[in-house]
């Protein structure tokens, strides 16, 4: 049987703000800019400016995106009376001083994730916004996946009632095809931190609730082409009859990929690809013994990246706090450390 997404009051895509010209100032041109321009553009956004230290980062980026401002020194992008909004995508060890700019400049700001590689830094940052009474988020796009932002809704809605576990498993190539990448093959915690903070938000989303502690195992493969670990393997905790699990290989060689998610609850189960081909598949006690086929949206979804960023222009409009805002992704950020504590620990259980 397959249901529409009507059938369970799920939008049929990424919900975007009533202003769609909202002008956003990038900070930050380098190739994950490449994900974030056109995603905010396909949504009728303005890119308005961009600001990177290289110069043949901006003619590119001009060229490919028609950004009519340039800047070398992201202080004169927060000072365009231009640009409403910024969106910081740098990586994160440029985080802090961006943040007490726009602060200062009264400028709402989102970062890419990871929000900060330390909670100390991440929860300056949250005490300088609220100073400014300045909203901050974070751009944690692996919420707005097709799937996965349809089974937030499944779980929001009670199709399966209570989650108790919560698995996510990958097998993926990333150790062959970003093996001379000049960052992730030689940073110490690519699967950790890096990656990690994309899944540990997903199973803290879904679960609705932040983990008491967490035991993590990294191994590697002889041969493999990056610095640290390649496959990981972690329990998260969150009390009594609730638990995430995350098995996650970047070792693969090809011809078997796969990602998978599975979602138990107390009255139905959710299967499915967190990206790639494949709906979601439920059980619910409220449909019946018969598996679903839920119906995977809208032909032209928007990209997961402007996910983050419509979320927060939404809740500027209603003067609400974003899904994830600063304030809330310090959960995300102390289960990542704590399991990245955990993997130097030999896997001994480290409490939040």
């Known amino acids: 049987m397959n249901l529409p997404l009507s059938y369970f009051g799920i939008p049929n ?30 949504a009728g956004m303005n890119v308005v400016a961009g600001a990177d230290i290289d110069p043949a980062r901006r003619e590119e980026a001009q060229q490919k995106f028609g950004i009519p401002k340039l800047y070398a020194d992201y202080r004169d992008l927060i000072s365009d009376s231009d640009v409403e909004i910024i969106s910081l995508v740098t990586q994160p060890t440029l985080r802090e001083e961006v943040v007490a700019a726009c602060a200062a400049a009264g400028k709402p700001i989102q970062t890419e994730k990871p929000f900060a590689l330390d909670v100390a830094t991440c929860e300056r940052m949250v005490a300088i916004a609220a100073a400014a009474n300045l909203p901050l988020g974070v751009s944690q796009n692996y919420r707005w996946h097709k799937n996965a932002f349809i089974a937030s809704g499944l779980i929001q809605g009670g199709w399966v009632g209570k989650p108790y576990l919560v698995s996510i498993e990958i097998y993926g190539t990333q150790d062959k095809d970003l093996a001379t990448h000049p960052y992730y093959n030689t940073c110490e915690d690519f699967l950790t931190i890096q990656w990690n903070t994309h899944l540990a938000d997903l199973v803290r989303g ?36 609730a638990t995430g ?4 290989s970047e070792l693969h060689r090809g011809g078997l990929s796969e990602n998978c998610v599975r979602i138990e609850g107390d009255a139905g189960t959710l299967k499915f690809p967190l990206w790639g081909e494949g709906s979601i598949q439920l059980r619910s006690d409220r449909v019946g013994a018969e598996l679903v086929e839920v119906a995977s949206g809208s032909d032209d979804y928007l990209s997961s990246f402007c996910g983050p960023m419509a979320d927060f222009l939404i809740n500027i409009e209603q003067g ?20 990245d504590q955990s993997t130097r620990n030999g896997g001994q259980w480290v409490s939040l």
Do not use: C, K
Request: hydrophobic share 35%; proline share 7%.
């Open 13 to 42: 895509n990424i919900p975007l703000p009533e202003r769609r010209d909202w002008r956003i100032g990038v900070i930050g041109l380098g190739g994950i800019s490449y994900a974030h321009i056109p995603a905010y553009q396909d």
């Open 245 to 248: 699990h995350i098995l996650h």
């Open 206 to 241: 879904w679960m609705g609730r932040d983990p008491l502690r967490v035991s993590t195992r990294t191994s590697r493969m002889d041969g493999q082409a990056f610095r640290s670990d390649n496959l990981l393997v972690s329990l998260v905790d969150f009390g009594p009859g």
């Open 320 to 339: 609400t706090e974003p899904t994830v805002s600063g304030r809330r992704n310090l959960a995300t950020i102390r289960q990542v450390l704590a399991e």
